[in-house]
């Protein structure tokens, strides 16, 4: 097997009938930056790189980023709700810059 076969079934999983997984594809990353405001380092990938989701969950939780096919550019931020749970809101770039 060669290695870009290797990457193409790490970042397209498939179950046991050969069928993706997720039917949108592509690959995802979370990630921290230590010592910066993680909603900063998200404007900077919403407002200069393609991306298919961005889930922001606080200035110093990690990113969740992926990239495939769609290019939907959808950026969610994640919030707690009255009960505390994280509530999901999708917001534009603009929006994820002014929030508290």
């Not at 997984?21 to 010592?35: M, N, S, T």
């Not at 298919?52 to 994640?78: A, C, F, K, T, W």
């Amino acid at each position: 097997m060669s290695h870009e076969t290797e990457l193409a079934n790490a970042a397209h999983e498939r179950n046991r009938l050969g069928y993706p997984i997720c039917p949108r594809l592509g690959a995802a990353v979370d990630f921290l930056i230590q010592d910066e405001d993680m909603r900063e380092v998200a404007h900077w990938i919403a407002t200069e790189t393609p991306f298919d989701r961005l889930y922001v969950h606080g200035r110093d939780l990690p990113l969740h980023v992926s990239h495939g096919p769609e290019h939907s550019r959808q950026i969610v931020l994640m919030r707690p709700g009255p009960s505390g749970r994280m509530v999901p809101k999708v917001v534009t770039a603009a929006a994820l810059r002014q929030a508290d």
